[in-house]
């Protein structure tokens, strides 16, 4: 099963895996799709090419003890 993660509305994020925190180890095309806004929340437009495996540019290498920030991506038009 791919890790799986939802984007919080301050862009914080918990990625899980089978129910476990975290992501095993390895190399990773990213996909980020939006979804149903919590209430209140004002929706988000995502790029398209994001959200499609073929397409995205974001790709990724979970590695033990990475940085704070290191797997924090910036979307662009």
């Known amino acids: 099963m791919a890790p799986t993660g939802n984007i919080q509305s301050d ?3 918990t990625i899980k895996t089978m129910d ?3 992501a095993p180890l390895g190399w990773y095309k990213v996909t ?3 979804g149903l ?3 209140g929340a004002q929706p988000v437009s995502i790029p398209q090419r994001y959200s499609s495996e073929a397409e995205t540019p ?3 290498e979970v590695v033990e003890n990475a940085a704070a920030g290191v ?3 910036k979307l662009t038009k």
């Open 11 to 13: 862009g914080s994020y």
């Open 20 to 22: 476990k925190t975290g």
């Open 32 to 34: 980020v799709s939006g």
């Open 37 to 39: 806004p919590l209430p």
């Open 58 to 60: 974001l790709a990724v």
């Open 71 to 73: 797997y924090d991506f």
